[in-house]
Structures are given as structure tokens and as C-alpha cells.
């Protein structure tokens, strides 16, 4: 399947083509995640955290672990809503929420805020690089039947991912290099258009086709 399809169906099924198709383009949110209360905070040690809150379970349990109840109770008088069980209203006030909880989770290093984390609910990750998730996170692992490590046109050798989709009974079809520019000229010339040999070498004669080793 392509890439760009899997790409539109995602942000198809998030209503994102409906929305700017049916009004303007969406603002630049940075980090935010869209629609509900999501964000990378530093901690204490210098590690990026990602934190989102969608569901009333998860913010119940972040506000908790981070001991806001009396911050965001204020807040919430202040701004006349409720943040408990409408995660748009979280995103509306985005701006207003963050500072909070920059400084609660500035104040804790990485190894607390995973354990507090992990004992109430809390949806987290570390948030890394795509060179540290893909030397750290097991799901993001180039070691997985998703790829095969090639010699490169290039001259580098790394991995390369196959096709996105497995199906029961059918085995994956091998990984290949992508080819040269050029390489395969002369193989198209004679089988597609079915040119003789003399008729391929006037065209490279002539500088109108080229093989690999003359770009």
C-alpha cells in the first residue's frame, strides 16, 4: 500500500481533510496535541517527557500525582469551566495549564515521574529522538521482520523496511535495494521496446540514453 495513502487515511479518519476542506487550514500547534491536553515537558534531570491526557481517568491521575488539584480547581473558577471531563476545554486552555505543569514535572527527575506515572493511569512516554526510539523502543527496532539491511546504491549500508502489510499464509516478499539511475536502460530498451543492441548503443552513442556508469 503507499505511504501516501496510509498518510490520508490517518488524517482522513481524524477529520482533518473534512475540517480544512469545510473551513481554513488548521494553526500551527507545535508540540500540542490537537483536541485534547498534550504536550513534551522537561524534568528535573533534563529529559523530555511526552504527557497527554484525553480520557477523565488520565487527567484525574495526572492532576493527582502532580498535587495541582488546588492550582487547577483555581483555574478552573477563574475560567468559569471544567477540565475534568471535557479534554477540549483542556486544549482551549492550553496556555493556561501548561505553566503548571511545567514546574510540577520540572521538579521531579525521569525515574519518579515513571514510577508516580505508571501507578496512576497516567498516559506518558519519554520523548525521544527517532535515533534514540529506534536504538531504545522495541517497537521501533530495525531488528523486526519489517525490514532488511542493504547495500545501497549509495555505497551505506542499513536497513530497509518492506511492505507495512503481513497476511496469514503468505510469506513477505524479500527487501531490495532501490536501483542506480540508469541501470536497468538497457534492459527496458531491448524487452519493453524491444530495440537490438545496435539500436541501444546509437542512443547511447548519441548521449540520448544513459546507463549508470555515464552519469
Not at 504536550?39 to 493527582?64: E, H, N, P, Y
Not at 488546588?70 to 483542556?90: K, T, Y
Request: net charge negative.
Amino acid at each position: 500500500m503507499p505511504l501516501s495513502n496510509v498518510a490520508l487515511a490517518l488524517i482522513g479518519h481524524m477529520g482533518q481533510i473534512a475540517e480544512v476542506l469545510t473551513g481554513d487550514d488548521r494553526p500551527r500547534q507545535g508540540n500540542d496535541l490537537f483536541g485534547a491536553f498534550g504536550r513534551d515537558f522537561v524534568t528535573a534531570d533534563g529529559r523530555r517527557v511526552m504527557v497527554v491526557a484525553i480520557t477523565a481517568r488520565q487527567w484525574s491521575g495526572l492532576v493527582k500525582v502532580l498535587e495541582l488539584g488546588a492550582e487547577i480547581a483555581a483555574l478552573e473558577a477563574s475560567l468559569g469551566v471544567s477540565f475534568a471531563h471535557n479534554e477540549g476545554v483542556r486544549f482551549v486552555h492550553r496556555d493556561a495549564l501548561f505553566p503548571s505543569f511545567e514546574r510540577a514535572i520540572g521538579r521531579l527527575a525521569l525515574d519518579d515521574l515513571q514510577r508516580v506515572f505508571d501507578a496512576n493511569a497516567v498516559c506518558w512516554s519519554p520523548y525521544w529522538t527517532l535515533h534514540a526510539a529506534l536504538r531504545e523502543d522495541p517497537h521501533c527496532s530495525t531488528e523486526c521482520e519489517l525490514f532488511t539491511t542493504l547495500d545501497h546504491p549509495s555505497g551505506y549500508r542499513y536497513p530497509a523496511p518492506g511492505a507495512m502489510a503481513s497476511f496469514d499464509g503468505a510469506a513477505r516478499q524479500p527487501v531490495e535495494r532501490a536501483p542506480r539511475l540508469g541501470e536497468h536502460t538497457d534492459e527496458v530498451l531491448a524487452d519493453v521496446l524491444s530495440l537490438s543492441s545496435a539500436r541501444i548503443g546509437e542512443l547511447h552513442d548519441a548521449g540520448i540514453v544513459a546507463g549508470p556508469e555515464q552519469r
